[in-house]
């Protein structure tokens, strides 16, 4: 069975240094689950200035999938 799980973070941080450094603590954190959990095939991580302070739902994000242009 084939399935994603989607993990949402909003983060507040004084700086990019320290978002650099959650950054790469995130990303390792990732690449461990893939090493200890032979059925995880893939991890991704992509940070973004967010806008607000609401609590978005999930269940009802929509997530698009760039296709590459030949």
Known sequence: MQLRAI???DLDLPDFT???KL???LNGILEDIKD???GVT???LDIKERRGNQKPDIK???FRQ???VN
Request: zero cysteines; charged letters at 20%.
């Open 23 to 25: 950054e790469q603590r």
């Open 7 to 9: 993990m949402l973070v």
């Open 66 to 68: 760039n296709k590459p």
């Open 36 to 38: 200890t959990n032979k």
């Open 42 to 44: 893939y991890t991704a």
């Open 60 to 62: 009802n994000m929509a």
């Open 18 to 20: 320290a978002a650099a």
